[in-house]
Every structure is written in C-alpha cells, then in structure tokens.
C-alpha cells in the first residue's frame, strides 16, 4: 500500500509538473482594417478583405507573430470623409496593433490620428497629395497615383494618341490624378482639349459628354465612381462616343467588373486602365502569394490590390519579430529595417522569419513589388496596362516600366 501511494503520488506530481509546464496560449494581435463595405466605391471592400485574409492566412500557418495569431476586425467608412473618423475610432475599440487601409478617398480624414493613438497603418491607393508624406505611422505599400497617371500618358502617346479629353469626378481621389496626367500628355508631345469635372451620380452626364467630344479627341482620361460610370458609359452608348479609347485608373480595371460591363460591346478593344503591375519575382513572392490566395479563396483569379494588403500585413508581421516587441512604438522603427535593402532578399514569411532567427539582415520583396519604402514611406513599381477580351477577363496591353516613368519625369512630366 505504501509502495501504491508512492506511485500514485509521484504520478500527480509529474502531471503537475507538465500542466505547469505548457506554454501559455497568447492573446490574438488584432489587424484593423477600414474599407468602405457601402456607398458608391464599396467595389474596394472585397479588395481589402481578400487581401487581408490571405495575409493573415500567410503569417497564422506559418506560427504567427512572437507567438501570437493575428485576427480582424473591420469598419465601414463608405469611402466618405465624414464617415472615416467613426470608423476609425470603432476599430481602435478592439485595440488594433495595426490597421489597413482606409483607401485614397478618406484617408486625410484620419492620416493624423494613428500616432496619437499608437497604432502603425499601411494604407491602399495612390492619392498624390501623399507623396511626401512625413508620418511615422503610415506607410503605404501601391504606387502613387502620379506614377499611373505617368503610365496613362505615356500609353496613350505610344498609340499615336495625341489630343485627349479628360473626365474625372470631383473626389480628391480622382483629381490627385489630373495635374500630373496633365504635365505628363503635354511633356510628350499631347494635348489636352477639355478638362471636365463631373458630380457624381446624376441622373445624366450627356451635356459633359457633347464637352469632351467637341474638339473630337483620340482618347479619354476618366476616373470615377461606379454608378456615375453606369450612367456616363450609357448615355455615351446613345451618343455613339464610345468607339474610341478610354484610359483609366486602377478602379476600373477588374475582369468581369462593374465598370466593364457598364462601358458596353466594345470595352474588349477600347476600355484600359493603369494598374500597379504584380511581377513575379525572382525570389518567387507572386507565386507563392497566388498559392495562398488559392488556398483561401479557391482560385488564381486575383482582385486588384490585394497584393498589397497581403504585403503590408507580412511586413508588419516581420517588423515585430524583429523587434522581438508587439508595442507599435517599438517596432514601427523596424518596417523599413526588414523592408528596405541592404539585407537577403525573402519572399515568404517563414523564409523570412527563420532568417530573423539567425541573425541576418533582410530585405522582404512581396507580391506586390520590392517594397522598398523611400523617406516618404512611399513605394514604386512599374505598371501594367489592362484590357479585357469579348468575355471581359483581363488581357494585358503593355507593361510600362519604372525606366519609362522615370523618362517621362525626366522629360518634364
């Protein structure tokens, strides 16, 4: 009986001892994203939840942050200004260490508030009054809209398009994009015959539609919402103005999109649009994105700028282990230390992460580009000319390189 008790004794005292011995399950890093889920650019949402889930997925099934597993919690600002700041302050209830997004159409409305509040963001688009940015909490991982209103110009001239009408809505998102496409078309040789700024969504934009084609262009620069597009492209359909090219931005760039099937029979040969391109890089960070995306949703087919989403959550994921500290005033100072070159070129977090562990220095090159923040925290790439086909999926048109944008400034533009 003695013998029994001893036994028995030191079994609980090693169950004690491995009880006590298994690790403590971290609380959840929470990722804040504010999208706008409604209103006239609510297209935008489904790319930044995507993106954000397969950024997530990409860091959860390779060990999360120090420990840590990352989740979201999301808020509309329907891409309104007076909506932002809530949506702002409804995510920071769930204590975000970082937050992605807003897009360009609202993020002056709350670019001030993510260091007073301790919180890093990577925002999403291309608003040209950021370009020399001096925040420390926001960084942001596309192209400025300059860079494509480069492209757009410069696309525009290889095709012998010489006279040009502009139609932009009156959104800052949309103006960012006139003053540099502006200085770009004439540096190299365009012209500009009318610039028209539409309200959105009325009932009719025939008037400022007889504007445009007055001077009889060979080409349109347009960037709007999606139901002013609607209305727009179809009374251009009755005017007979659309069988000649129209170039645009990125929002009109998604296969089987709104903007596509509104623009009619000829958007296979006469609808473009400039969007950041997706190389395929040498250290394999597009192909391995498109694996995980697969893995999330099933298919290859990529919404624009969920690249960029993923990106920015890897490298703030990174940032972190580096720092060996979740607290975003510490790590903050590390986002350009695991983005930026010198340092071994990664294109996945495990590869990055092990190489962290080892001492060396890196240098993530994500799927979106090389993701090299500049002293803006604003990054570059080249871009990529879309069309569709008769079914409306993307057909590539040209890809226009970072050397061609930077001939195009170098000429004036």
């Not at 932002?84 to 002056?108: D, Q, Y």
């Not at 860079?147 to 398009?161: C, V």
């Not at 659309?242 to 760039?253: A, E, F, K, T």
């Not at 040969?269 to 391109?277: F, Y």
Request: net charge negative; proline share 6%.
């Amino acid at each position: 009986m003695s013998l029994a008790l001893v036994t028995a004794m030191a079994g609980v005292g090693v169950s004690a001892g491995v009880a006590s011995a298994a690790p403590k399950k971290l609380p959840p890093l929470v990722v804040g994203a504010i999208l706008p889920f409604t209103g006239t650019k609510s297209i935008l949402s489904a790319w930044g939840t995507h993106g954000t889930s397969v950024g997530i997925y990409e860091v959860n099934h390779n060990g999360g942050v120090l420990g840590h597993m990352l989740t979201t919690a999301y808020a509309d600002d329907s891409a309104d200004s007076v909506d932002v700041l809530p949506a702002f302050r409804k995510v920071m209830l769930s204590h975000p260490t970082f937050i992605v997004g807003p897009f360009s159409p609202t993020i002056e409305g709350v670019i001030n508030q993510f260091q007073p509040n301790n919180v890093v963001d990577f925002m999403v688009g291309g608003l040209a009054s950021l370009d020399h940015m001096t925040q420390k909490y926001v960084f942001r991982t596309t192209l400025s809209d300059s860079g494509e209103s480069l492209a757009m110009a410069q696309y525009a001239i290889s095709k012998g398009l010489k006279t040009a009408s502009l139609i932009f809505d009156n959104s800052a998102n949309s103006q960012g994009f006139v003053p540099p496409l502006e200085k770009a078309f004439k540096a190299l040789g365009g012209k500009i015959l009318t610039n028209i700024t539409l309200t959105p969504d009325q009932s009719s934009y025939s008037s400022e539609l007889t504007q445009a084609f007055a001077g009889h262009p060979q080409v349109i620069f347009d960037s709007m919402d999606t139901q002013s597009a609607a209305t727009l492209f179809a009374d251009g359909q009755q005017l007979g103005d659309m069988n000649i090219p129209w170039i645009g931005d990125d929002l009109q760039s998604a296969p089987q999109g709104a903007y596509a099937k509104a623009f009619g029979p000829t958007a296979y040969k006469d609808l473009v649009a400039a969007l950041p391109s997706t190389p395929s890089a040498a250290n394999g960070a597009y192909s391995h994105f498109l694996a995980d995306y697969k893995a999330v949703y099933h298919t290859t087919s990529v919404l624009p700028t969920t690249y960029n989403f993923y990106d920015s959550i890897v490298i703030a994921s990174l940032a972190m282990t580096l720092a060996n500290s979740t607290n975003p005033s510490v790590w903050v100072n590390d986002v350009m230390k695991v983005s930026d070159p010198p340092g071994i070129a990664c294109g996945n977090y495990a590869t990055c992460v092990a190489l962290i562990k080892h001492g060396k220095k890196i240098n993530y090159n994500g799927a979106g580009g090389n993701d090299d923040f500049n002293k803006y925290h604003n990054v570059f790439s080249g871009i990529d000319m879309v069309g569709f086909n008769t079914k409306l999926d993307n057909v590539s048109r040209a890809y226009i390189t970072p050397a061609q944008l930077a001939a195009v400034v170098a000429k004036g533009g």
